[in-house]
């Protein structure tokens, strides 16, 4: 399913020059094709708000070919802008009142800096995300929160909190179908890797006590994708298949940064079963290096050649499931949750 390039968004350019998926306007108005609408709620902070974007940009555009997908991006005023951040949400995001009025056939919530806004529950902060969540739930047929934004879901409409880990879960973790009839994830995978990067935990008991049906989960890093009750509704994501192949290497390297600038007191460890062996024993070198006090230029150029992906095929199924399956379900009028006849409580008729 192509994009709609709708606008000058540098993102669209930026995937065009990659051999993406983005279709031009003029081109998609003399399609004959059903175009779907996606709200993109985009809550990262500054220096992550554009490589988010181009994260699940190239994530729904790579995950079907068939339909025309329009992106809405739009952002609440959760926090202070700098003036760049700023200037490219007014020239490129809609309002949440016009994504309202307009309506949308699905939605994406993106997570959030878990390390500077860890209480979810605080009213003054977090409220217009919970009230975007109530809205999504009764106007949009299905609702993916990511990471941050499972949380604040949990909380919200189930009271259930999460728990605050002393050390951060971080790294690729392999995570098993647990439910594997359930539409969304029939025909994937029963084994596939996904990035996790966080430091708050919904645990397996909370995401049941909540009356969640859990479809995918590890050993290791716990539940990563559970419904709603209904089976499609809400769908949350603990952790990151959006992720490109260096999201991390560049998470780790910024931690080795705040290391040397006397951010952090640690040496930072390595995000768990990512690194190969050759890049571990690179990098435990120039750990060295820097602990012995020389001043060496961090190898990021040679590393980046050694990095594995081994969840993109996975994320696009799951993507390519839930697009398909809302294009199924929801109303030609954007202004109405579904097609006639289908029943909201459960709507893949499970």
């Avoid at 992106?71 to 994504?99: C, G, K, M, N, V």
């Avoid at 012995?292 to 990021?300: A, H, L, T, V």
Wanted: hydrophobic residues 35%; glycine residues 6%.
């Amino acid at each position: 399913m192509p994009i709609v390039k709708q606008s000058n968004l540098p993102t669209y350019d930026r995937l065009l020059s990659e051999g993406r998926s983005i279709l031009p306007a003029d081109r998609a108005t003399h399609q004959d094709i059903r175009e779907l609408h996606i709200g993109f709620l985009n809550i990262m902070p500054d220096a992550a708000l554009e490589a988010t974007e181009r994260q699940f940009f190239r994530l729904v555009g790579e995950s079907n070919r068939v339909a025309q997908i329009y992106i809405h991006p739009f952002t609440l005023p959760i926090f202070d802008r700098d003036e760049a951040t700023q200037a490219h949400i007014d020239q490129y995001y809609e309002s949440l009142e016009q994504i309202q009025e307009a309506g949308l056939d699905g939605l994406i919530v993106t997570g959030a800096n878990e390390e500077t806004n860890p209480h979810v529950s605080e009213e003054g902060t977090w409220g217009s995300l919970r009230d975007v969540l109530e809205w999504a739930f009764e106007n949009v047929a299905s609702t993916i929160c990511s990471c941050f934004a499972s949380h604040a879901m949990l909380t919200y409409v189930h009271g259930q909190v999460p728990t605050w880990r002393e050390d951060k879960r971080w790294g690729v973790y392999s995570h098993r179908a647990i439910n594997r009839k359930h539409p969304l994830i029939r025909g994937m995978n029963t084994r596939f890797d996904i990035p996790h990067s966080r430091y708050s935990e919904i645990t397996r008991e909370q995401f049941e006590a909540a009356g969640m049906k859990i479809l995918v989960e590890s050993p290791e890093a716990g539940v990563h994708m559970a419904t709603s009750q209904d089976g499609f509704r809400q769908i949350c994501f603990q952790g990151h298949p959006e992720y490109d192949t260096v999201s991390l290497f560049k998470e780790y390297k910024r931690e080795v940064t705040n290391y040397l600038n006397g951010v952090r007191n640690d040496y930072p460890a390595f995000p768990l079963n990512y690194f190969n062996e050759e890049a571990s024993v690179i990098l435990n070198d120039f750990k060295n290096c820097i602990l012995n006090g020389e001043k060496i230029e961090f190898p990021e150029a040679k590393l980046e050649e050694m990095l594995e992906n081994t969840w993109a095929d996975s994320a696009r199924s799951a993507l390519s499931s839930w697009i398909g399956h809302v294009y199924q379900v929801t109303n030609v009028d954007r202004k109405k949750q579904f097609m006639d006849g289908i029943d909201p409580n459960n709507p893949l008729g499970i």
